[in-house]
């Protein structure tokens, strides 16, 4: 007996839907790119500067990506929007993190809660999907996926190096722990409401 596909032509998520996650993920990358870009003159590790410039251009290459393929959906192009006013602030409580000694909250923003969060997401989109009505946004998010496993992999190597202390593993957790709050609250990077009630929503990190 063959398996029933729910997938239609146009696949699990309407153009609508689509377009809209898109303006959600061009958000995310676009915020972070620019905060990062502001934290290098204010992180002391070199280092950490040097991966940080490196992510900011790869970033940026997201955010185009992104916002090109908006006008193949009918969207205008290179339009980011916050799925809601709480991930705006839970984006602000990551980016505000900016005295000199405040690199260890910075890093644990990005690479522990962040991106880890945009990964599952992304992912997610990527597994549900139709492959035949979506490849290009299929071909991008996982272009994307395997850049931000890569960055992931590369920030927590430095982030590593400088939780040297009882104290430091502890102030990395409590300030994961309140983003995580923050995220949660926000309902995530697209805020998991669908336009249309019955339609199917990306799953949590």
Known sequence: M????????EGVYSVRQSARFIMNYRYAEERMMRMMAGWIALTPQLPVKIEMARQVYECALHADAL??????????????????????????EIEDQEQWEQTIERMVGIFRVL???????????????????????????????????????RGLVLLDDLLDSPEAH????????????????????????AEDPDAPKLGRS
């Not at 393929?69 to 984006?91: C, D, T, W």
């Not at 989109?125 to 290009?136: C, F, G, K, L, R």
């Not at 502890?170 to 697209?190: N, P, S």
């Open 67 to 92: 916002g090109k393929r908006l006008a193949e959906l009918r969207s205008q192009a290179q339009i980011s929007r916050p799925p809601n006013e709480a991930f705006v602030g839970f984006m602000n």
């Open 170 to 193: 502890r102030r990395a957790a409590r300030w994961q722990g309140r983003l995580e709050e923050l995220l949660a609250a926000a309902g995530g990077v697209t805020g998991f409401e």
């Open 115 to 153: 991106k880890p969060h945009l990964i599952a997401h992304y992912s997610s989109h990527v597994t549900a999907a139709n492959p035949i009505y979506e490849p290009p946004t299929l071909r991008i998010l996982a272009h994307l996926v395997d850049d931000e496993k890569r960055h992931v992999e």
């Open 2 to 9: 063959a398996l029933h596909d729910r997938r239609t032509l």
